[in-house]
């Protein structure tokens, strides 16, 4: 399946303290992140939900830069079209005619109930948090009342003819507006009667045959319905009358999405051109209540059709089919100049995907629905730092490991002597045992595995190889023992207190004598392996752990966070070392801070006890603990002046913190045993040009 | 008349009429615009001329409406002054004297009694110290009056005056710089300013070029020097605040223009389209492409019928609310560069130079009007940055104007110089010229001059080329066609130099060449070299005969700033002074010879006779920039000035263009007069609708009236009053300059009476003067027959004896002035 197994091998020197390695610059990951399909965004904890078109959930947290806390993998099948929340529970529809409710503690699906109305186009809960309505093919507006633990079908509001494309509740929950095929139907719920059946008009010329689709109406709380249309219109309609009072042509193809405002004084629009566009409810002469909507700016981040957009408080977010999830912040919602009030665009997971067995040389990445094992390839000789290296052994794809069943694979590892490969799906997890002869590659599947290994929500084999760690439910994690051909459980490490919620991230240490484990709390927990129990809990901070590992010599916990700060925590000593005292407080290089990426690995450097390895998808990073920490006023990214200096001056401007940008968009990097860098690329032009052509535009000049 | 002798140099005639935005009068009936020194009316309908707003002394730098009186204009002037007319009769009313060079004016409904003006308080203009003043109009009778009450609404401002503007009804200005933008509320006092960025991703430039602003919403469109047109909401917050983005322009949009209800934003620039932009739905837009060059300024009437741009190509288009060009008004084009030299047709008397590309354009100084173009390169151009296209680079008339050379070129910065020589002859029939030969290697290089030779039986053309030759060129009969056409007849040269310049005696009998630094004469009867001047060092620059009198000298200026005069007679060198004469021009009228020299960032004047080396006239400091192209241009009547100094221009006019593409030329104060009080004479209704239409039905009345005149003469016999000339002022002064009806009615009637003897009598003559009043109120056009009728008759009243009244009569009289004489305009409509 490899089309372009790249892999160059490169010298790299980056400057004196950063040392040299050997680079894998491996191009055959690839990658594909799908596309957003909906977005629902919940004022009340600021989170926000994105379905993606294989149908998985991700969770992002708004206010901590929007890190992607929890992710649900999605199945075969199983499209998403509506996302909506409900108080704090998250229901989504799609065209396979069910409803979905999931369990995001567990970061699963909790259950799903058949509509029975064909498939499903939108799913729209009311403000009350009582009912919830689903537009289906057939149709019919049904209505199912939200229940403590499930919901419960209630009844149809009037059949119409052809299917419900939009669905809006009006914020009183008395009134629905549904938009379909030409028309917008408006309903009352008591009744559940159609009050006013408002035409759309259908596009001129030889659009004037093709049906006009209303893909998105916004029903307001001064019963003003607002519609975005196949002809490319966003209008605006009374409901009482039923009359249009103002139309906007704000694009030649579809208006895909809409999204108001908390305060409802502001609309935007996503179209299948690519571009956002805002509509602000302003008042047309100064210090008069005499308001109007007005069409203000427009937002072109996307290449593709946005399907979603959500206004959050503070910025617009949209998606669409360019897979990428794009936050453009309102300048004048934010008092001052911040990380948060900088465009941020999210292209990659904020897990690994990729997890490297480092003594047997192979790379095991995780697609949706399969595994691939790589090994690297082999260069001959030395070469001149920063020059390319001829190949001696190409790299080599040694597997392709499909997953049983409809599910997606929620996380995978492979053991650090490549021997052993585990992953877990959320209804079950799968251990393989590789065997590897000269040239033939087999696998076995070890079948008797210990029952409390049902799903795991992260998985991570010991630096030995001998034990495997399982993130389970309920903050838990199982070990078990590997040996030849089975496994036996060991221990399961839980913790007293705290939360229940998935463990995104487990790290051993290499002396096999700590566990620790992050979850979306914020909690980290460490175990002792020897006495398997719990050794102490990291002081709870703000923002979530991106990234985290023990160092092998020390044994301190180094945790990267999602607001980018760095902690280092002394594990025997249950304490911040001093070094992570000193970085809180002389405090972090604004560059640093406002980078818009969170960390996705740490690695240590085994030669070199004080550098850390750190990358996020722009550029890893080697912090040099041993000397002294950039101040506000130094230039922080300054490798390029470093070397133009003469070798005595380079002492007094170097700092700790040693920027390589080299790379495209980066998905790992990680230290083999033989010091050699395994850098996983993934350049964004690459997965560009996987998409479908977009909409052809007319370009100036062109 | 005492004779004031001041000459100064005065913006008349092909000025600039695209420097300001036009106005368009509220009856949309007139169309407004700085030219030069003056303000130009023209009429919409027959984009005539109408008349000049005269009477500052530096060129006008803005123009509105007086926003109290819609028949008033105020406009501002670089030389420091407001003044307001009264348009329509081209009256200036008053005189404001601000005292600093004034760069725009804004008026306000709201602000009444208060002007606002950019002025530059810096001492020069380059330091950028630009401020938006307030200036109280102060309320006084006198004509001229010092507005000294300044105060600062802003410093610090763009000098374009499109980038500042009052926004609804007054209630803010709105004014940008750069890349900011500033909104000053005057009930708040307080101003708002938003910037935006240097650059975005997209390498956009930012920087505002114009805004415009919502007639009745808060609404401000700005437009950038990369296109895009925003529109800018909710700016009385700091953070707020919120615009869209409209982008259609390729290039930096130069204005915008809301229609006065609101419902459309005009923009326009570089591409020369009209865009018309819906305000509710801006996706919405008309186009009005082609207009010509590109658009410099748009505006709109206050009924928004008509819209007017002004283009870079000295050309206002006047434009109907529907998208229709309904009127053009050309002035003089000057792209950037006149590459011919400035001529005059000695037909047209008119002045002739490149205009539109490919074309020479033939310009009426006298009338300021455009008359036609004479398209000589006969290719399609393409408006297309970077293009090599032929461009006519030189043209030369003979004496008597029937034959036209031209020489067009392309290829100037390469090396494959492509150019032709062509010949032109006068068609008497369609009165315009007529190609006759087109000589395609008439030179093996570059042509540097031609003439014409100056006698009146050989018509000659001489060429002198970058190849060291000249080429004389004769007419041949070609005995097939029985059509003269023109080949070479000689070719000469000198020593294989380069010849720069040729020139033709007086009499045409001798041709002087120069070669470099040698100056060779010839005689064109029998192509003999008669001799050799040499007077080095340096080149010779330029070459002049005398005329007239002086036609035995002939002048030349060198590089190395010598101008010398040779004595043809006695060949040998008269005189010479040094001097760095970057023109030499000589007046086919007279012997005068005028010479520009530069020097140190000025330009002298010096105008002598070649005979004797002191000048008829100097002026230091012209202008500032050096002046390669100077003519003069003939009177159309001889001027009698008997002042020494300003005798020179008693037969022709001398114009010169400068660098900067501005025409000046030069006038007495006497002219000046002369001509301000011949523009009080005319009338603006009778010039109003010279339409067909009125020329058929203006002789039909006129014809008419005579008629009526004639039948009624002997009962117009009672001798008419000496009042009649204060009538006659009074019908003539607009109504709003005029004292209050009450109290000029009882003047009025007095003025009747006190004339006549008898009653009866008195009666009589009043009736004629109801009369006549009553036939202007009917028709404004019949006005002019009328008052020719009425000023007849006060002539002939002139020597008439006024009878004396007796006390009774007086008493009479008095009782009579009490009645009614409601009676009478029944009499009045009765009358046949």
């Known amino acids: ?702 | 008349m005492v004779e004031k002798s001041d000459i100064r140099v005065v913006r008349c005639g092909g000025s600039k009429i695209n420097f300001r935005p036009p106005i368009i009068s509220h009856d949309s009936r007139f169309v407004l615009c700085v030219s030069g020194d003056s303000v130009k009316v023209y009429s919409t309908r027959t984009e005539e001329w109408l008349h000049n707003l005269q009477g500052h002394n530096n060129q006008v730098t803005g123009i509105a409406f007086n926003p109290a009186n819609q028949l008033q204009v105020y406009s501002c002037s670089a030389d420091g002054t407001v003044k307001l007319w009264d348009f329509i009769d081209g009256i200036l009313i008053k005189t404001f004297v601000i005292g600093y060079p004034l760069y725009s004016l804004y008026v306000s409904e709201k602000h009444e009694g208060v002007i606002f003006l950019i002025v530059s308080m810096g001492t020069e203009s380059n330091n950028e110290s630009f401020q938006l003043v307030a200036v109280h109009l102060p309320k006084s009778a006198e004509q001229e009056v010092e507005a000294k009450e300044l105060s600062t609404v802003a410093s610090k401002i763009s000098p374009n005056p499109s980038c500042t503007t009052f926004g609804r009804g007054g209630e803010f200005i709105a004014f940008s710089r750069l890349l900011q933008l500033n909104v000053y509320f005057f009930r708040k006092q307080k101003t708002y300013s938003f910037s935006l960025k240097a650059t975005d991703k997209k390498a956009a430039k930012n920087a505002f070029t114009c805004i415009a602003c919502h007639p009745t919403d808060d609404c401000i469109a700005s437009g950038h020097e990369d296109g895009k047109i925003r529109l800018w909401r909710n700016f009385n917050h700091k953070k707020e605040y919120t615009y869209s983005t409209k982008h259609w322009h390729h290039d930096a949009v130069n204005h915008l223009c809301f229609t006065p209800e609101g419902s459309n934003l005009l923009s326009g620039g570089i591409e020369s389209v009209l865009v018309q932009w819906q305000y509710g739905d801006m996706s919405k837009k008309e186009f009005l492409p082609r207009l010509g060059g590109s658009i410099s300024h748009v505006s709109a009437s206050a009924d928004g019928q008509l819209f007017c741009t002004a283009h870079s190509d000295n050309k206002i288009s006047i434009i109907e609310s529907s998208f229709k060009v309904s009127g053009l008004i050309q002035g003089l084009v000057r792209g950037d560069a006149v590459s011919t030299d400035l001529m005059i047709d000695p037909r047209s008397k008119a002045l002739v130079l490149n205009g539109k590309p490919g074309h020479l354009q033939f310009y009426s100084l006298l009338r300021d009007k455009h008359l036609y173009n004479l398209d000589i390169v006969q290719q399609e151009y393409i408006y297309e940055a970077g293009l090599d296209q032929f461009e006519v680079v030189k043209a030369v008339f003979d004496v008597k104007g029937s034959w036209l050379a031209t020489v067009e070129e392309r290829g100037q910065k390469t090396s494959d110089l492509e150019f032709f020589l062509k010949l032109w002859a006068f068609d008497e029939t369609t009165q315009s010229f007529v190609l006759n030969t087109t000589v395609t290697e008439a030179h093996s290089e570059r042509i540097t001059s031609m003439c014409f030779s100056s006698s009146d039986e050989t018509t000659m053309l001489v060429t002198t080329a970058q190849d060291g030759q000249f080429k004389a060129w004769c007419q041949t009969a070609d005995a097939q066609q029985a059509q003269n056409y023109w080949s070479c007849d000689f070719v000469g040269s000198y020593h294989n130099l380069k010849p720069k310049n040729c020139c033709f005696s007086a009499d045409g009998s001798i041709l002087a060449v120069s070669f470099q630094e040698v100056l060779t004469l010839w005689s064109p009867e029998s192509w003999e070299l008669l001799t050799t001047l040499c007077q080095p060092p340096g080149e010779i620059r330029d070459l002049c005969f005398g005329r007239l009198s002086c036609s035995k000298y002939l002048l030349s200026t060198t590089t190395k700033n010598l101008l010398c005069c040779w004595n043809l007679l006695t060949c040998a060198l008269e005189w010479s002074t040094s001097v760095d004469v970057s023109r030499l021009q000589s007046d086919p009228l007279s012997e005068n010879v005028a010479a520009f020299s530069f020097e140190s960032k000025h330009t002298d004047l010096f105008v002598f006779k070649p005979s004797e080396p002191r000048p008829l006239f100097s002026q230091r400091n012209v202008c500032s920039e050096k002046v390669d192209r100077a003519v003069f241009v003939p009177r159309e009547e001889p001027f009698n000035s008997c002042d020494e100094s300003c005798q020179w221009l008693n037969r022709s006019q001398l114009y010169f263009l400068t660098q900067n593409m501005d025409l000046l030329t030069f006038s007495s104060a006497t002219e000046e007069d002369r001509m301000l009080s011949s523009s009080k004479r005319l009338l603006i209704d009778e010039s109003v609708a010279v339409t067909p239409f009125y020329l058929l039905l203006g002789k039909h009345r006129k014809q008419q009236h005579k008629l009526n005149t004639e039948t009624q003469a002997p009962a117009d016999k009672p001798p008419h009053t000496q009042g009649s000339a204060a009538i006659k002022q009074l019908l003539h002064t607009p109504a709003h300059v005029l004292p209050a009806a009450s109290v000029l009615c009882s003047m009025f009637v007095r003025s009747l009476l006190i004339s006549n003897s008898g009653v009866r009598e008195e009666m009589d003559s009043s009736e004629q003067e109801m009369d006549s009043e009553k036939e202007e109120e009917e028709s404004e056009e019949e006005m002019e027959a009328c008052d020719g009728h009425q000023e007849l008759r006060a002539q002939g009243s002139v020597d008439e004896q006024k009878p004396k009244l007796s006390k009774a009569q007086e008493r009479e009289l008095k009782r009579l002035r009490k009645t009614d004489f409601s009676w009478m305009t029944c009499l009045v409509d009765s009358k046949p």
């Open chain 1, 1 to 702: 399946m490899v089309k372009h197994p790249k892999e160059s091998e490169k010298h790299t020197k980056r400057g004196s303290a950063m040392g040299e390695f050997k680079v894998h610059r491996v191009r055959f990951f690839e990658y594909m992140p799908s596309g957003i399909r909906a977005l629902a965004f919940n004022q009340q904890n600021e989170r926000m939900a994105a379905a993606k078109m294989d149908g998985s959930v991700e969770i992002f947290h708004c206010s901590d830069r929007f890190f992607q806390e929890k992710i649900i993998p999605g199945r075969q099948q199983a499209g998403i079209e509506g996302l909506s929340w409900v108080g704090e529970r998250l229901f989504s529809a799609g065209l396979n005619g069910v409803i979905t409710e999931y369990d995001l503690t567990n970061q699963r699906v909790k259950y799903t109930i058949d509509a029975y109305g064909g498939p499903i186009w939108a799913i729209t809960g009311n403000q009350q948090g009582t009912h919830l309505a689903v537009g289906c093919e057939d149709g019919t507006v049904k209505l199912f009342e939200v229940n403590e633990d499930k919901i419960q079908f209630e009844r149809n509001l009037d059949r119409q003819k052809g299917r419900i494309i939009s669905l809006s509740w009006h914020p009183s929950g008395s009134k629905i507006a549904a938009g379909m095929m030409d028309m917008i139907q408006v309903f009352n719920v008591e009744t559940g009667h159609s009050i006013h059946r408002i035409l759309v008009d259908r596009g001129f010329g030889t659009s004037r045959g093709k049906e006009c689709v209303v893909w998105s109406v916004v029903y307001l709380s001064d019963g003003t319905i607002i519609s975005g249309d196949s002809v490319g219109m966003v209008k605006l309609w009374r409901d009482d009358t039923g009359t249009l009072i103002k139309s906007h042509n704000i694009t030649k193809s579809d208006v895909l999405s809409l999204s108001v405002s908390q305060n409802e004084d502001s609309i935007v629009a996503g179209t299948s051109e690519g571009f956002v566009v805002q509509f602000q409810f302003l008042s047309m002469v100064l210090e008069n209540n005499d308001k109007d909507w007005v069409r203000t700016r427009t937002f072109r981040n996307h290449t593709h059709d946005v399907r979603a957009v959500a206004e959050i408080t503070t910025a617009v977010a949209s998606g669409g089919m360019d897979t990428q999830l794009v936050v453009r912040p309102f300048l004048d919602k934010h008092e001052v100049k911040s990380s948060a009030s900088k465009l941020r665009k999210i292209q990659f997971p904020h897990r690994s995907l990729v997890s490297c067995a480092r003594k047997a040389g192979t790379l095991l990445f995780q697609y949706p629905g399969h595994l691939e094992l790589w090994r690297l390839g082999e260069s001959e000789g030395e070469g001149i730092p920063g020059s390319s290296l001829l190949l001696k052994r190409k790299p080599e794809k040694l597997l392709h490991l499909k997953v049983k069943g409809e599910d997606h694979i929620r996380c995978s590892a492979v053991s650090s002597c490549g021997e052993w490969i585990a992953y877990s799906t959320t209804s079950s997890l799968r251990l393989y045992k590789l065997h590897c002869d000269s040239n033939n590659v087999s696998i076995t599947k070890i079948s008797k595995l210990p029952k409390v290994l049902g799903s795991a929500s992260q998985l991570c084999f010991s630096s030995d190889s001998s034990h495997l760690f399982s993130a389970s439910t309920q903050s838990s994690v199982h070990m078990v023992s590997l040996s030849q051909s089975e496994c036996k459980f060991v221990a399961t490490f839980k913790t007293k207190s705290g939360s229940h919620q998935a463990i995104h991230l487990l790290t051993a240490s290499e002396d096999g004598k700590w566990l620790a484990s992050a979850n979306i709390d914020n909690e980290v927990h460490i175990y002792n392996l020897q006495t398997r129990k719990a050794h102490c809990t990291v002081p709870i901070y703000s923002s979530a752990v991106s990234a985290m590992a023990i160092h092998p010599t020390t044994n301190c916990l180094f945790m990267v966070h999602a607001d980018q700060q760095i902690f280092e925590f002394s594990i025997e000593q249950k304490e911040y070392t001093d070094w992570s005292r000193l970085v809180q407080r002389q405090g972090l290089h604004k560059i640093w801070l406002e980078r818009d990426t969170p960390c996705l690995n740490v690695t240590f450097n085994q030669k070199n006890p004080s550098h850390v390895i750190l990358h996020d998808m722009y550029m890893f990073c080697i912090i040099d603990q041993s000397q002294p920490l950039p101040d506000s006023k130094s230039q922080f990214l300054n490798q390029l002046t470093l070397r133009s200096l003469p070798e005595e001056q380079r002492k007094s401007y170097s700092h700790a913190f040693k920027v390589c940008k080299t790379f495209k968009e980066l998905l790992c990097v990680d230290v083999m045993c033989d010091q050699s860098l395994v850098v996983v690329e993934r350049p964004l032009e690459d997965i560009t040009a996987q998409l479908p052509a977009p909409i052809k535009q007319k370009k100036f000049a062109t």
